[in-house]
């Protein structure tokens, strides 16, 4: 069978890029990524110079694009808001679907990464564990947007859509807003350079609400399979590790692993806490030889707030990937662990 062509598109984040490396891994695809600056690629991949919110690079870097037959779409615009978060994403997908239909023939589908903010997660308790056929939330939200543009353009159309919602995604990747493993990470490894204890920094009661998690590579391995099933086409899958935890039980875990004690819960907002650790930072960073990479890019306190202050249950239900076929799982606490071993060896943590 000749190989697919996967177009990866925001390949340098924590999705994209465990997406590119399995797919390069996989032997079974020609893996293309699109980004402003490529860089820092899977091995394997090629990048493809593209900035999505331009219109005029976009059908100049067309060329690019004829052999593409998956395209897996990970790009973001964070916006102060979400009202302005709708009309920078929704144009960036418009415009690579324009540049598509005109230059890859052998388009077949397209897959868009949503994940627990189409249930409202971050509004307030909404019911649980959420399905895909759950009604939509009072918007503005763009993954609607871009949906129901996919949904329309699709009509009458060779090639198909697949939307896939991720818990917590849990992975490897530097300066990426919605990296909760390098919050927790750095923020473990920064209290017990200050002789602190490990203190879970959120609320009480989100310390003991049920979350869930997905490893960026069983994400992979999932957004591969759902793009390329018959049965997946124009179709809302979520996935998840599989099971469900609370902090409360975790992050005596985590302290273990840290070697610190564990401490009380102490309700703190981390980008107002951590704001004025870049010096201890740069000293950490010299007396255990870490990568060299600034505090800005290590860890995003915003996300590690809007995660351990969300004092609702924040799950989703696995059944419907699991009865079109897809078998696989994780254990959300060997994932949390074996990232941070990952990180160590990487020297991003002492």
Request: hydrophobic share 45%; net charge negative.
């Amino acid at each position: 069978m000749a190989k697919r062509t996967a177009l990866v598109v925001g390949g340098t984040g924590i999705i994209g890029h465990a997406l590119s490396e399995h797919l390069c891994a996989s032997g079974e695809w020609d893996v293309v990524v699109a980004a402003r600056n490529p860089q820092n690629l899977a091995e394997g991949a090629r990048g493809l110079a593209m900035d999505l919110m331009d219109r005029g690079t976009v059908m100049a870097a067309s060329d690019g694009l004829r052999d593409v037959t998956h395209v897996f779409y990970a790009a973001l615009q964070a916006r102060a808001s979400l009202a302005e978060e709708v009309a920078p994403n929704l144009a960036m997908l418009r415009n690579l679907v324009d540049a598509l239909e005109d230059k890859a023939p052998g388009l077949e589908t397209i897959s868009i990464m949503q994940g627990g903010k189409a249930y409202g997660a971050f509004i307030g308790p909404y019911p649980t564990p959420a399905k895909e056929s759950d009604a939509r939330h009072m918007p503005p939200n763009f993954y609607f947007d871009q949906e129901d543009f996919l949904r329309e353009r699709q009509q009458g159309k060779a090639w198909g859509w697949v939307a896939v919602r991720p818990g917590i995604v849990g992975g490897l990747s530097l300066g990426n807003p919605m990296n909760l493993t390098a919050v927790i990470a750095v923020y473990a490894a920064i209290s017990k350079e200050l002789g602190l204890p490990l203190r879970f920094p959120g609320t009480p009661e989100g310390y003991s609400a049920l979350h869930q998690a997905t490893d960026a590579r069983l994400l992979a391995r999932a957004t591969e399979w759902t793009a390329v099933q018959p049965n997946c086409r124009n179709e809302i899958f979520n996935v998840t590790n599989g099971d469900y935890f609370r902090w409360e039980n975790l992050w005596p875990q985590f302290a273990a692993w840290f070697d610190v004690p564990i401490g009380p819960v102490q309700t703190i907002r981390l980008t107002g806490v951590m704001a004025d650790k870049g010096p201890l930072w740069d000293r950490m960073r010299e007396k255990y030889g870490l990568a060299d990479h600034p505090y800005e890019q290590v860890a995003s306190w915003g996300f590690g707030d809007a995660a351990f202050h969300r004092h609702w249950d924040a799950i989703s239900n696995v059944n419907k990937l699991k009865k079109f076929g897809f078998p696989d799982w994780c254990d959300s606490e060997e994932m949390f662990i074996g990232l941070f071993e990952e990180m160590r060896a990487a020297r991003l943590i002492p």
